[in-house]
């Protein structure tokens, strides 16, 4: 029986998400993207299929992950999956003007090099329905507000592994204070050396302890920065 292949095709909708939803959890690139082209022949509306299948699967991954159940490689490989049915869905949801959760520009900052922890954060907040700029690695001042003008997101997300590369995130908000923007955005920072005394010395909103935890905080600053109670 272990060696019935599952023809996706055949699933009902409801059978196919819940297969795209263990699919994903296994990083399995070709099925994602076959399930994804399924729905959408079945008429699905892509944001539909981004959220009750990606998003969805992508939750429990990051539930997972955050709860030491999956690990680094594995939530790579889920990752790279989702990347595959975004890469089909994304040109579908800009034709439909499907709604964002929101828009991160993150980057590792000057003087780091390092980008696994980066690019896992840019991963997971895709995965989460969010729009991600990643400026990759050595990042200055200049090449982040400059991102900061051109994108006009609602998060900056800074990384650094290195304690001497640390200090730099408190330039780059310092910056952003004196030019009178630091307001206009959620900063969020992350790294192995960092902790939460730092990024609240640094004027962060959120020190974020690994990717998991980034979506979720990220999503929590974006719901009140979005439905702001009335007065």
């Given at each position: ?187 969020l920072v992350g790294g192995a050396p960092l902790n939460e005394e730092f990024g609240r010395a640094i ?29």
């Open positions: 029986m272990a060696d019935d292949e599952i023809i996706l095709s055949e699933l009902s909708d409801d059978e196919l998400v819940l297969q795209m939803h263990d699919d994903l959890y296994d990083g399995l690139r070709e099925e994602i993207e076959e399930g994804v082209n399924i729905l959408i022949a079945r008429g699905w509306a892509p944001y539909d299929a981004l959220t009750k299948a990606l998003v969805a699967g992508m939750t429990i991954v990051g539930a997972d992950f955050r709860d030491g159940i999956l690990f680094v490689p594995e939530v790579l490989l889920a990752a790279n999956a989702m990347k595959g049915g975004m890469a089909i869905l994304k040109p579908l949801l800009i034709a439909t003007g499907a709604p964002r959760m929101g828009k991160m520009v993150i980057g590792t900052v000057k003087g780091d090099i390092h980008d696994i922890g980066k690019n896992l954060v840019g991963m997971m907040m895709e995965g989460a329905g969010f729009e991600v700029r990643d400026l990759g690695i050595n990042n200055s001042v200049d090449k982040y507000l400059n991102a900061l003008d051109e994108e006009k997101p609602d998060i900056l997300g800074m990384s650094a592994l290195l304690t001497t590369t640390m200090p730099y995130m408190k330039v780059v908000i310092d910056t952003m204070k004196e030019r009178g923007m630091r307001d206009d955005y959620i900063v004027g962060a909103d959120a020190y974020c302890r690994d990717a998991a935890v980034a979506v979720e905080t990220a999503k929590a600053f974006v719901a009140r920065k979005h439905n702001r109670p009335n007065v």
